[in-house]
């Protein structure tokens, strides 16, 4: 009972997070690695997916409601984020857990740092590229950040915003809207995969995606009342306290 209690706190936590910058799963993936430490990979991403599709939902629905978005592009992302979130998932069956956390570290280092050294980046919205070009890199940027999402997990939402605003040239709020779009076709293609596998703990799941739920709609809210400007300030303290933790897992500090 103490396990699932501290599975939920995570899981609110977690959707508060992901639904301001992304990267929930940076802290709900690590802790269910800890707290179910005898499941095997696939069933705790797929407990994750469960929980997350709630958080990312409510959080895409708010945002939505507030924030315009460039519709073809996300539609083109989200189906290309899609198809590859179902191919991670189906290999994630042949994944083993013991790289997982070394992952972690490097990419959520390399992420932190660049947004660190970029101070503007996300401040306004001036596309980086028109015609064939923008179109390629939004199905790169989907497929890619996809397949990672359903092998991996963790980031991902983190991923399509530094994308969205690196490559493409969105502000951090336009950016994060269209990534909650596209972070929940990951979530929920990978769940389909994962879910018909018989890899998902569906009470322990279900519990957790109250709480995911919760934290996205609180979150969601405070973003756009805050703006550019605070998403990028919580991305930056979170990416530290993420690194930490992941430190302290992978050597036993």
Known sequence: MLTVVLLCLAALVAGWIDSVVGGGGLIQLPALLVGLPT???????GTNKLSSVAGTAMASGVYLRKVRISWPTTLVMVAAAFGGSSLGAY???????????????????????????????????????????????????????????????????????????????????TATTMAKLANLATNIAALIVLGTSGHVLWAIGGCMAVCNLAGGAIGSRMAIRHGNSFIRNVFLVAIVIIEITLFYETFDL
Request: aromatic share 14%.
């Open 39 to 45: 499941t095997p990979v696939a069933t705790v991403s």
């Open 91 to 173: 290999l994630i069956q042949y994944f083993s857990r013991a790289v997982f956390f070394p992952i972690m570290i490097v990419v959520v280092a390399i992420v932190g740092l660049y947004t660190w050294r970029n101070p503007q980046l996300g401040q306004v919205t001036h596309l980086k590229h028109d015609g064939a070009a923008h179109w390629l890199l939004a199905v790169a940027l989907g497929a890619v950040v996809g397949m990672w999402d359903g092998l991996i997990g963790p980031g991902t939402g983190v991923f399509f915003v530094i994308g969205l605003v690196g490559l493409l040239g969105y502000e951090f709020l």
